[in-house]
């Protein structure tokens, strides 16, 4: 008579062919198959992370997701998709990092080619990654509002997630500004106190542990360079020119830009629904990288 273990190892052979070495080698223990288990199962959420992206950006393919190789983060959204995160971490074998880099895509669900370009730099980066930088990327920030059946700049929940970060300890400064200055427009409620969501406290989370050195936060459609924070900001990315747009609280300029010191380019790309050329997209990458060479890495060196 089979024992519950046994059971349980002959379903996992059955379903999984890739835990049948492990099983083989092991049947006894169960923490031989526990790890294959869950790479599997972190895989299938990339998987249907990348398959929804998919469906619904003709920007990037199916197949052009699963090619970052993307891991998922330990939270999920109210409506249970994954958040997902991409590394590009030190290479000490060749240098030093200059500086730890934070990028950060989709905030708001209704502006894809913000999403777009995220998977376009991580090409790059997957090519030519030098340990110039140590990077992470968040491509796609709030899935909630980009993979509903008509995408939307709020999450699930009917908040913007670029008014609910916090406000140095004062938690109806957002509030107050959306019914006095913002006239309760819902497409800028910041929440019921700051970071009320899960995809807001997971970007708090990435920042009090990565400790970046710089954030870049991709939006659309102003055109433009926005900046918050110390040290010189940039002119010009590409074809994309400084004109700053002030700050709001709950927004992520003013909790990591102004409150945390660290200096938050935002990236204003033309248009939501068009991407910019492969030279402009190209172009705004050097340009940035440029940027945070010099005053980032320079910073950090002095």
């Known amino acids: 008579m089979l024992t519950r273990q046994h059971r ?9 062919p890739t835990l049948s070495l492990a099983i083989e080698q092991d049947s006894n223990s169960i923490a031989s198959i526990i790890k294959p288990m869950v790479g599997v199962a972190q895989q299938n959420q990339v998987n249907n992370t990348c398959l929804s992206i998919g469906r619904k950006l003709s920007s990037v ?6 090619m970052r190789n993307l891991n998922v983060a330990p939270y999920q959204t109210s409506q249970k998709n994954n958040l997902l995160i991409k590394e590009y971490p030190p290479l000490f074998f060749k240098r030093q990092p200059q500086a730890k880099i934070l990028v950060l895509g989709g905030i708001h669900g209704d502006e894809y080619s913000s999403v777009t370009i995220m998977f376009k730099w991580m090409e790059i980066l997957d090519q030519y990654h030098s340990g110039l930088f140590h990077w992470k990327f968040a491509p796609l920030v709030n ?8 995408s939307q700049r709020i999450n699930a929940n009917g908040v913007d997630l670029n008014r609910n970060f916090p406000n140095n300890g004062d938690i109806d ?15 800028r409620y910041p929440g019921p106190h700051p970071a009320s969501e899960i995809e807001t406290r997971w970007i708090v989370e990435l920042i009090n542990q990565f400790k970046p050195d710089a954030i870049v936060a991709v939006h659309a459609p102003f055109g433009i360079v926005d900046y918050d924070g110390p040290t010189k900001p940039p002119t ?14 709950g927004s992520l300029g003013n909790y990591a830009g102004l409150h945390q010191n660290i200096p938050v380019v935002t990236i204003e790309l033309p248009y939501a629904g068009i991407m910019p050329s492969d030279q402009e997209v190209l172009r705004i990458w050097v340009d ?3 940027w945070l060479r010099k005053n980032i890495s320079e910073k950090n060196n002095n």
């Open 143 to 150: 899935p909630d509002g980009l993979l509903q059946k008509k």
């Open 288 to 290: 940035m990288v440029r």
């Open 173 to 187: 400064a957002s509030l107050h500004y959306w019914k006095t200055r913002a006239y309760h427009d819902p497409r």
């Open 236 to 249: 010009r990315l590409g074809p994309l020119y400084l004109k700053l747009l002030g700050t709001y609280p």
């Open 8 to 16: 349980i190892s002959l379903f996992l052979l059955l379903i999984t």
């Open 61 to 66: 393919t199916f197949n052009e997701c699963l």
